[in-house]
């Protein structure tokens, strides 16, 4: 049996508290609970929108200024504090957020921006790049979020009217990377100044797709992908290394394979990637050095894996399908644990502190999240809290929904208009 008691606190605070449960009793499968008998203690989970965007709109969304202030624990009614950090550049910023639709970005300082192109954002919402078009000529502009004009880059190549390729990669340093003709990559420093360019095309006489970018937060390791090359009734795949005088060098070739995504862990030092296998279709997880040496590969089984992610320590990987989630130990690929869920899987995360977070609902078509139940797993213990909220948020056309790790217990599904923090008592 599951008890819950249910109290409405202040507006956009909804609390609920269940005792542990065996899982399997309402809306999880497959993983298997074990507790004591006696002396069950009452686990809860308490919902609530941040304090910056709170009275958002639906088309409203916003990025963080720095912040280092810790969260408050569970239970306080208090906003967080507003601090003052220092970005990389050394100048001071106070936290805060801007709005974003797809019309419009208005700054902390009032300032607005319109008529773009294409906006991107930094990794850690530091920074904002927007591209304008007049005729085939394309300018690029880079903003702190209080409005602050970093650099403009005026002379970005002519391009074609239709090319799908043009995008603009910004970094955590204010560095950005402009991409164009379908493998073409252009570098700039943190003053807008160019110091590299680099072509990534395979030469494939029977053509290939966009090429795409990762990086380590500051820029320090720079990948080029090449996502699917086309040979014949082949398609196979292939990652670069860009070095910092301006060559590339290559770090794994792949036949019959089509990568669907890269990350690399901050460190620089190990790159995984989802990739799938032609025709047969299967997913796979691989990692590998930062000189190229494989040192694991995950078989999901023909499973349909939508994402695979390291962890913070890059120990282990969560991968999310539709309704279920699996974590591996990258060292040895054993399983760590799964799940299996009866509803959307959106978001899932295997936390600092030993839980798997994991957030259910459904997506409208007017990008309205709702239906949101939160499933803490410890997976070590194999216990479970989970819990549903009437809290709703509409998601963002420029972030993917994430489930960010913020202290014990503390965590924040960002990716939204209305960002919601999430915390729970379950150790």
């Known amino acids: 049996m599951t008890c819950l008691s249910i109290a409405l606190n202040t507006p956009g605070r909804l609390w609920r508290s269940a005792k542990r449960a065996p899982l399997g009793i309402t809306g999880i499968i497959g993983l298997v609970i074990l507790f004591s008998t006696s002396g069950l203690s009452a686990q809860t989970i308490l919902f609530s929108y941040t ?6 709109r639906d088309h409203e969304y916003r990025i963080d200024l720095p912040r280092t202030d810790t969260p408050q624990k569970m239970g306080s009614q208090e906003s967080r504090q507003q601090t003052e950090s220092q970005d990389a550049s050394g100048l001071k910023q106070t936290s805060g957020s801007i709005i974003l639709n797809d019309r419009e970005v208005v700054f902390t300082n009032g300032t607005m921006l319109s008529g773009f192109r294409e906006l991107s954002i930094s990794p850690n919402r530091l920074y904002l790049g927007a591209l304008f078009l007049t005729g085939n000529k394309y300018t ?3 903003y702190r979020p209080d409005g602050l004009l970093v650099y403009r880059i005026p002379d970005l190549p002519d391009h074609a009217d239709d090319d799908p390729s043009v995008h603009l990669h910004v970094l955590d340093n204010g560095s950005s990377v402009f991409r164009y003709n379908i493998a073409s990559f252009l570098f700039y420093d943190i003053r807008g100044i160019r110091y590299a360019e680099l072509w990534n095309s395979s030469g494939s006489p029977d053509g290939e797709a966009i090429s795409d970018f990762s990086s380590t937060p500051f820029g320090n390791t720079r990948l080029l992908i090449n996502p699917k ?3 014949g009734n082949r398609i196979d795949s292939r990652i670069r290394m860009a070095q910092a005088d301006g060559s590339s060098r290559h770090l794994a070739v792949f036949s019959n394979t089509v990568i669907e995504s890269v990350q690399l862990h901050p460190s620089g030092r190990l790159i995984l990637l989802h990739v799938i296998e032609k025709p047969a279709g299967k997913h796979n997880a691989i990692a590998i ?3 190229g040496t494989r040192i694991q590969t995950i078989d999901y089984e023909n499973n349909e894996i939508l994402e695979v992610s390291l962890s913070q320590c890059g120990r282990y990987i969560t991968a999310r399908a539709s309704g279920r989630v699996l974590v591996h130990k990258l060292a040895s690929g054993e399983v760590l644990g799964r799940a299996s869920f009866g ?4 978001a899932a995360s295997y936390m600092p502190d ?10 409208s078509d007017n990008r309205t999240v709702q239906q949101l139940r939160a499933h803490m797993i410890h997976l070590d213990k194999r216990t479970v809290v989970r819990e549903q909220t009437f809290l709703a948020t509409t998601h963002s056309p420029f972030f993917d929904l994430e489930l960010i790790y913020l202290d014990t217990g503390v965590y924040r599904l960002q990716g939204g208009n209305r960002e919601i923090l999430i915390e729970h008592t379950l150790r």
């Open 289 to 291: 050095t930062r000189d």
């Open 354 to 363: 030993g839980i798997l977070a994991v957030m259910t609902g459904s997506i």
């Open 343 to 346: 509803e959307r899987v959106l």
């Open 51 to 56: 304090a910056e965007t709170r009275d958002h």
């Open 229 to 231: 090359i086309f040979h």
């Open 140 to 142: 690029a502009e880079i």
